[in-house]
């Protein structure tokens, strides 16, 4: 049985671990762990630890970059770890961060951070159990969160 890691922080003000795991739990049969850390800057090592101490096949990685330019700076950081990682192992960590000042209110900044949350956990089934789905939608312009925005014309 696949096993697929979730790795999320304290900092983000909205579940989004919880809303990946429901949509997984919708769309696969899949053993789900998660590691829930405080901040950005702990994804890195947390999704390490989840391929090799929980030996996942692909980890999600969940968080929420504050809207400062020290926190932008932080995501920066944290997405070169995760590259890192993912290039250590030789596996997919699919990254989803939601930055604070994406929406211009918390009502629409949860609704983001759900929709990402879920619409990035669908990619996770498709990578580990329908490849060829995603061969087809390559150059189709599917944004995660919002609408997509579709193929570009010639």
């Not at 899949?30 to 996942?56: M, N, S, W």
């Not at 619409?119 to 995603?134: C, D, I, Q, R």
Request: glycine content about 6%.
């Amino acid at each position: 049985m696949a096993k697929i890691g979730i790795a999320d922080t304290t900092f983000a003000r909205f579940d989004m671990g919880k809303a990946a795991i429901d949509e997984l739990k919708k769309n696969c049969s899949a053993q789900i762990v998660r590691y829930t850390v405080p901040g950005i800057k702990d994804l890195p090592v947390a999704c390490k630890k989840l391929f090799d101490e929980q030996h996942c096949d692909i980890v999600m990685a969940l968080g929420m970059p504050g809207s400062k330019p020290v926190d932008k700076t932080c995501a920066h950081e944290a997405s070169m770890g995760i590259i890192i990682c993912q290039l250590m192992v030789n596996k997919h960590i699919i990254e989803v961060f939601v930055h604070e000042d994406e929406a211009p209110n918390e009502r629409e900044l949860a609704a983001l951070m759900d929709r990402r949350a879920r619409e990035h956990a669908l990619n996770v089934v498709k990578l580990l159990f329908k490849p060829k789905m995603l061969e087809k939608e390559a150059g189709t312009g599917q944004r995660q969160g919002y609408e997509d925005v579709g193929p570009a014309r010639i």
